[in-house]
């Protein structure tokens, strides 16, 4: 189930709207069922990455089963969704072996692997017609020391 912005501030109520912007991004993708797949996802999964964004979406294009079907960046993380624990399994293991095969790093004390929800692995999703208001408030709990008291692994 993909988290909204209000499910956020209903947990964290301190934090100004503002101070979110420099972790939201617009996500829209050519990639045909990415958007009905983000929306029917039952798993999701964080990796942290020691990379920009153009090095992710560099890595992205040219590794051949990796696409936006089922995973999203933002800044240096990746977010990867799923309706099925099996689909999501061997598609963590596909985002996995492509950090890998590019001589990528990710921070592993960071990384959500079966969160039921996408606030619980960081983000929070709203609808913009055919794009995606993306929010990484795990991102900006961490820089700014907050302790993310509702949410677990």
């Not at 009905?36 to 294009?61: M, S, V």
């Not at 089963?65 to 624990?85: A, K």
Request: charged share 20%; aromatic share 14%.
């Amino acid at each position: 189930m993909i988290s909204t912005f209000e499910d956020f501030q209903a947990t964290h109520s301190e934090i100004f709207w503002l101070d979110l912007l420099p972790h939201t991004g617009v996500w829209t993708t050519n990639v045909e069922g990415a958007s009905k797949n983000l929306e029917n996802a039952n798993f999701f999964g964080r990796f942290d990455t020691l990379h920009t964004a153009e090095e992710i979406r560099e890595a992205i294009y040219f590794t051949p089963r990796v696409d936006h079907s089922f995973c999203l960046f933002l800044n240096n993380v990746i977010l990867v969704f799923s309706s099925t624990r099996e689909d999501h399994d061997r598609h963590m293991d596909q985002v996995q072996k492509m950090l890998w095969g590019q001589f990528m790093c990710h921070y592993r004390q960071k990384y959500v692997s079966f969160a039921p929800t996408s606030l619980r692995a960081g983000f929070t999703i709203d609808s913009l017609g055919d794009a995606f208001s993306v929010t990484d408030v795990g991102a900006f709990i961490n820089v700014n020391g907050r302790e993310d008291r509702g949410e677990g692994n």
